[in-house]
């Protein structure tokens, strides 16, 4: 204990003239009365006493110093010093619910150890958030029953853990209080929790750090590359051992068994066709952290894109890229044989004017204003072909680069080489330019038209070497998906821990039914909203092991403590001092009405 003002000490002294006021009382008068002659024995002893009985026995001198000793004591401005969670009343936790939570140690898993500890650090009012791949604030200075029911009903997400966001927000809303973080301390991704911890000592708040990690088996599916034909799987055996693993691959009621002996700490690679629909993988042998030995395919049911190339040509480039392709289903017509123009893209290339039948311009406009999509492939004497171009034409020039003007999927990563013939044009209004040349002359455009649209491809395959790329089929492929808008396989299939905004809606999750306009991905498993199916899985690696060393253990039992950074924090006694000499006048007041004084 501390004094701010030890000089209020001397008002001690006012006690001097209140005993010595006490000493003085008037002097009886003596008298001789024979009947009590027998008690003048002992009056030498009573003298002695009678000082100290006056004290002792007057109930209103003990109340009076004691008075005006607390007046001194208070007077001195007592304090006592210490850190802010020397006095602080409230909690706030910091529950680790990411997947690798889940890994069972013993009968126990490490949530579960978490959440048992947790209930024994309900002191004031208390904050809970869980930390998964984002902080959730679940509780925000609740009681002790809210505390332990929201605590009883957590649980841990199948998603990675930013453990230091989560510290950063409790460093947010921490005034007066503890800080209890619980963890096995193997941050996936976010903030580094050095930082984080220095943030909430800055603010003078003490931090308990509860680590539950430990050695753990486990073998799991750490990445998955899902394509519209093939996909590939890669396990990986974290132990210090070899391990016998069996890959169970279902769909539809039936299933597919893949059997590997992966050497310690090493990657395992399954090549199998994508299943068409919903397809689990599962990894049969338990191991203690399950949440990584399943993942999640969603594929949309196989529909060629139906495709019409026009041409005159018994053999080309173009055509031998259109039958490569898996995707799309190709149809080849030599004019002036065309039976049937109902194709969701057709694609005019090398046609020879005199064999067109009379109506088939018209026809073509006709499918294009319905919705289908049209390809015109640059040839020599193609103005005089009669159609719509998105494009200007000039004359023909010599040689240039085909440059990419836009950057989208169907130019990304795609080299579309140099040509050495081209028609020098401009783009009509409406046209998007997607390669262009060095003279800015399109190379490649596309515009809307009614409900379709049409795309001029102003490179002559004869005189380009982009058709000897290998870049040259995936960009046709790649085209006809965009134009009849085939849906990206990669869009059925993500990392959990995503957020989609959706219009209100019944959406069907892993955990059951819920209405909502925000979809959060945080457990494995299928995901229905906006008439399609998504899959979720963990597929990371970091989070998958378990078992190895984290921050906490690297810095030796502790993150970071700066001493400096640790606010010190007076608590004044006066307010409590202030209220015993009030108790003490009050008393005194009733003392002297019961005596009869007043």
Known sequence: ?????????????????????????????????????????????????????????DL?????????????????????????TFFAQDTILVIDAS????????????????????????????????????????LEKGGRQSALQILSSMQPADTTSDIGEAMLLAADLVEKGNVVVLSDFIYTEGQDPLIAQRAITS?????????????????????????????????????????????????????????????????????????????????????DFMGDNQAFISSPQNRKVKTLLVTNREKSYLKTALLSSPDIGLSVYNPPVIPSLDFDVIIINE?????????????????????????????????????????????????????????????????FGVVSKYYTAEAKAGAITLVEADDFSPLIAIREQDKGAVVYYGLFDDYSDFKTLTSYPIFWNTLMGFLTQTENINDYNTKTGRLYSVNEQKVKTPGGVLETNKVFLDRAGFYEFDKRTIAASLLNEKESDVSKTNILSEKGGQLFIDEELREKQKEELQRFIVTFILLMVLLEILYIKRRGDI
């Open 99 to 138: 997947a690798s939570s889940q890994t069972m140690q013993g009968s126990m898993s490490r949530f579960d150890r978490e959440i048992s500890e947790a209930k024994s650090h309900l002191k004031g009012k208390v904050s809970i958030i869980s930390a998964e791949n984002m902080p959730v604030l679940v």
């Open 203 to 287: 603010k003078g708040a003490e931090i308990e750090l509860v680590d539950v990690s430990g050695e753990a088996d486990n073998t799991g599916i750490i990445d998955l590359v899902v394509g519209r034909h093939t996909s590939k799987v890669k396990l990986k055996n974290f132990n210090k051992k070899e391990k016998e693993v069996t890959l169970l691959i279902s769909n539809q009621g039936k299933g597919t068994k893949y059997k590997r002996t992966i050497p310690a700490r090493s990657v395992e690679i399954i090549d199998f066709e994508t299943p068409a629909g919903l397809t689990k993988l599962t990894i049969e042998e338990k191991d």
């Open 351 to 415: 046609i020879n004017p005199k064999f067109l039948v009379p109506g088939f311009f018209s026809d073509i406009r006709d499918k294009v204003s319905e919705g289908a999509a049209l390809v015109i492939t640059a040839q020599d004497n193609m103005k005089s072909l009669g159609f719509d171009l998105p494009v200007e034409l000039n004359s023909t020039k010599g040689a240039s680069r085909a440059k990419t003007k836009i950057v989208n999927q169907l130019t990304k990563d795609i080299d």
């Open 1 to 57: 204990m501390n004094f701010d003002n030890p000089l209020g000490w001397y008002a001690l002294l006012a006690l001097i003239p209140l005993v010595i006021l006490y000493l003085r009382r008037p002097k009886s008068v003596d008298e001789t009365v024979p009947s009590l002659m027998f008690f003048m024995k002992r009056a030498g002893m009573g003298k002695r006493n009678l000082m100290f009985r006056r004290f002792v026995r």
């Open 60 to 84: 209103l001198f003990l109340i009076q110093v004691l008075t005006f000793a607390a007046l001194a004591f208070a007077l001195a401005a007592p304090y006592i010093e210490g850190n802010k």
